[in-house]
């Protein structure tokens, strides 16, 4: 028997299955990164038409100026409850990177501050609304940038700092 033929042989098989599961594993982490990618895509969107029905929920209750300020105070609160932009938030806090859960952070409170002036009485045309309308729509793009960043730079550590 020819030892050197059949080591050769051995090295041989040994380096085809190495190079075989080398490239399956590392199929396996790229597809795994891309459901990540696509999920965390999918995350964003919902997060961001949360906030966006809440706020045109908002706009609703502020243009209800005939409407008497405790029914408009419901209907603030109700926006904020029926958005279901909370629950959203938090998943975003699980699988967002840092800059997204801030942006997220900062936007959620422009937003509630919306709403707690519009639940103490203020109309769309009050100088206070006004300010803090403004004030969302600009965390509110600042966040849409930080997201899109996120999904197009491909990464996505998650961050499980708690926000409050």
């Known amino acids: 028997m020819n030892w050197g033929s059949l080591a050769s042989t ?8 190495a190079s075989t599961l080398m490239a ?13 990618q696509a999920a965390r895509r999918q995350l964003y969107g919902d997060y961001l038409a949360a906030l966006a029905r809440t706020r045109n929920h908002l706009r609703i209750a502020a243009r209800s100026a005939d409407t008497p300020a405790e029914e408009r105070a419901r209907m603030a609160l109700e926006a904020f409850r029926d958005g279901n ?5 938090y998943q975003v806090a699980i699988v967002a990177p840092d800059a997204v859960v801030d942006a997220s952070t900062t936007a959620f409170r ?3 501050d919306v ?3 519009v639940e103490a009485g203020a109309v769309h045309t009050a100088r206070e ?23 197009e730079r491909g990464s ?3 961050s499980t700092r708690a926000q409050g």
């Open 129 to 151: 609304y006004l300010e803090l309308r403004d004030r969302w729509e600009d965390t509110f793009a600042e966040l849409r940038a930080a997201m899109r960043a996120d999904v």
């Open 10 to 17: 051995v090295l041989g098989a040994v380096i085809g299955i």
């Open 85 to 89: 932009a909370y629950e959203l938030r």
């Open 115 to 117: 709403r707690d002036v």
């Open 156 to 158: 996505g550590r998650g």
């Open 110 to 112: 422009a937003l509630r």
């Open 24 to 36: 399956d594993r590392a199929r396996a982490r790229r597809s795994r990164a891309e459901g990540d």
